[in-house]
């Protein structure tokens, strides 16, 4: 055998060889990039579920879409691929006084499911805070929807709001916590494309609003509420509206 057999099969040798290694390390990176999407569509589901938790805490106990047995499916939820199921029942032994919501986001078009939230709710009145009013239910608080909304730099943006009562609601002003670089302060505070306070908050404090947000009976106002900070912003930590009527909503966060 000469020298040339002995370079051919050396060369199919590697080759073999080569085959061997780099098809494990071809499925290996294929179920790699398999597993992020999935993860992501998985971000997203949360993100569509906690959404939809947040409409329904805004909702007042006697909404009809709260009502025992309610049982709606939503495709392509808010214009993602993702559809989702809102389930409602009273809960065996409350005397109809307490109902379980649960959320459920599937997989577009199929029966698979991604996240599944479930959250109490009982028709209770709280007492006055002592700032006055009624803390976290009732009245115009009751009505007004908070979804969406993200932080890029200096800014908390595209917040939507929406008003699901019948009748119109006033935001007149917050409570708003955050955290970002060193002696960060609130700056600007923008719904409705018009400017509605201007100065300098502390995280924490109350800002009244220099000229009121009224919104519509049955109108949802998207990506309409900008925050403005002075610094670069981290962390919205609780944001809480306070409604014409006293009331305040419960606290979001981002």
């Known amino acids: 055998m000469n020298k040339n057999s002995f370079t051919l099969i050396e060369s199919i040798i590697a080759i073999v060889i080569a085959v061997i290694v780099m098809i494990p390390v071809g499925l290996i990176t ?6 992020i999407a999935y993860s992501r569509q998985l971000t997203v589901a949360a993100g569509l579920a906690k959404l939809e938790m947040s409409k329904v805490n805004n909702l007042a106990y006697n909404n009809a879409t ?13 214009g993602y691929s993702q559809d989702l199921r809102r389930e409602v029942a009273y809960v065996a032994g409350s005397n109809s006084t307490l109902k379980q919501v649960t959320v459920t986001v599937y997989e577009g078009g199929s029966a698979s499911q991604l996240v599944k939230l479930t959250t109490y709710l009982a028709n209770v009145s709280f007492g006055s805070g002592s700032g006055g009013g009624s803390v976290g239910s009732g009245g115009q608080a009751d009505s007004l929807a908070v979804s969406g909304g993200s932080i890029a730099g200096t800014n908390l943006q595209n917040v939507t709001l929406g008003n699901t009562g019948a009748s119109d609601i006033t935001i007149t002003g917050v409570i708003i916590s955050f955290t970002g670089t060193s002696g960060i302060k609130a700056k600007t505070i923008t719904m409705g494309a018009s400017q509605r306070w201007s100065g300098t908050g502390n995280s924490g404090s ?49």
């Not at 709260?66 to 392509?76: E, K, P, R, V």
């Open 66 to 78: 709260l009502a025992d047995g309610y049982d709606s499916n939503t495709s392509s939820y808010e």
């Open 30 to 35: 294929m179920e790699y990039i398999k597993s």
């Open 206 to 254: 109350t800002i009244t609003l220099e000229t009121n947000f009224t919104l519509s009976a049955g109108t949802t106002y998207a990506n309409t509420g900008l925050f403005t900070f002075s610094k670069s912003l981290s962390a919205v930590s609780s944001l809480v509206f306070i409604m014409s009527d006293l009331t305040e909503t419960s606290s979001y966060s981002w």
